[in-house]
């Protein structure tokens, strides 16, 4: 089983700044993508923005030139930088990882994992 432990959330004002991060630890073999999704109060869960294991990035339309996403290969850890925040993105903001673990010696299936969730909110 993979873990991913989340950190940095909190209460900010608007136009204040908030960084993320998620560890993820367990039987690792690779991990392919790592990201951030969100959900508000009585709306669906969206993805914010992944990193791929070759830094590739995408980002969610109404956080593009606000949030920056980067992740630490060697520690199994995504950040998520946060600026000029708005109301707007207040919500639970969720990790999640996808990869590969070790199953046995020489052997390794797919995970899927989410972490626990951390609070944003962001006061007007």
């Known amino acids: 089983q993979v873990q991913l432990v989340e950190s940095g959330g909190g209460l900010v004002q608007a136009g204040g700044s908030l960084r993320l991060s998620c560890a993820a630890s367990?039987?690792?073999?690779?991990?392919?993508?790592m990201g951030w999704y969100r959900q508000a109060p009585g709306k669906q869960r969206e993805l914010v923005a992944f990193i791929t294991s070759g830094a590739s990035t995408n980002y969610l339309d109404s956080v593009k030139g606000r949030f920056t996403i980067s992740r630490d290969n060697a520690k199994n850890t995504v950040y998520l930088q946060m600026n000029s925040l708005k109301p707007e993105d207040t919500a639970v903001y969720y990790c999640n990882a996808e990869g590969y673990l070790i199953v046995v010696a020489g052997s390794q299936r797919v995970f899927g994992s989410w972490g626990q969730g951390t609070q944003v909110t962001v006061s007007s």
């Open positions: 367990g039987s690792i073999f690779s991990i392919s993508a």
